[in-house]
């Protein structure tokens, strides 16, 4: 089947240091692999995204690469800002006779000042 | 880029009325859309997919007699909770994509229902 695992949390750090968020996924077929962002009370935002297999997807000093040998998409970044405070969210999407995208539970993010 | 807008932002009613809400695609023709629940501090958990112009198709375990879905045309959905009771109260995200063969999805910015 299609699944998403990704570290819990809560995950604390202080500004400036560096972000790993491992997510891992399981999926007949090819997925494509997203990072969604979700700040307190607001809707989901595509931070960045995937297609294909050693593709590496990057946005606002977010990076992920698409790992088929390890069927891995985790999310870095060099340098957390107060403002990268929120949920984090690793998908992957697939068309398996209909088109389905399937979410990780999230990872909480506070980065303190 | 793509927008997707959700309507009402919140919404409190009391139990046993039903609550509709909307979704748009404002500046794409999106064939389908999708309803998802989320529960504090969890993930999104698909409720049914729309294509427009067809019945939606409901996730396991989601009452389609409950949650009415229409996709009257390709830039709106809507999203009808009949009967509500407090345990309905959520917070329901709708998704569209776009025409096309792109996987990506575009997310409205929810809707906080609270039934008393």
């Known amino acids: 089947g299609n699944s998403v695992t990704q570290m819990e949390g809560p995950v604390t750090l202080s500004e400036e240091a560096f972000l790993t968020i491992n997510c891992t996924y399981t999926?007949?077929?090819?997925?494509?692999l997203f990072w969604y962002v979700q700040y307190p009370g607001e809707g989901l935002q595509l931070l960045l995204k995937?297609?294909?297999?050693?593709d590496k997807g990057s946005n606002k000093g977010f990076e992920a690469t698409y790992r088929k040998e390890t069927t891995s998409f985790h999310l870095e970044k060099g340098s957390v800002q107060v403002s990268d405070s929120a949920v984090y969210f690793c998908?992957?999407?697939?068309?398996?006779?209909?088109?389905?995208?399937?979410f990780g539970a999230g990872t909480r993010l506070f980065v303190k000042a | 880029g793509a927008v997707v807008s959700q309507h009402p932002s919140r919404v409190i009613c009391k139990s046993g009325t039903s609550v509709k809400i909307e979704c748009r695609s404002l500046?794409?023709?999106?064939?389908?859309m999708f309803w998802y629940r989320q529960f504090p501090k969890q993930s999104l958990m698909l409720m049914a997919t729309?294509?427009?112009?067809?019945?939606?198709?409901?996730e396991q375990g989601v009452e389609k007699d409950k949650f009415l879905i229409n996709h009257a045309s390709l830039t709106l959905s809507t999203l009808t909770v009949t009967s509500a009771h407090p345990e309905d109260s959520s917070f329901y995200i709708c998704?569209?994509?776009?025409?096309?063969?792109?996987?990506?999805?575009?997310f409205g910015p929810g809707t906080r229902l609270t039934v008393t």
């Open positions: 998908a992957l999407s697939v068309y398996t006779g209909g088109f389905k995208t399937i």
């Open positions: 500046d794409f023709q999106a064939t389908t």
């Open positions: 998704s569209a994509r776009a025409t096309g063969v792109s996987y990506e999805q575009y």
């Open positions: 999926a007949t077929g090819y997925p494509s």
């Open positions: 729309s294509n427009e112009g067809s019945k939606a198709t409901y």
């Open positions: 995937a297609t294909k297999a050693d």
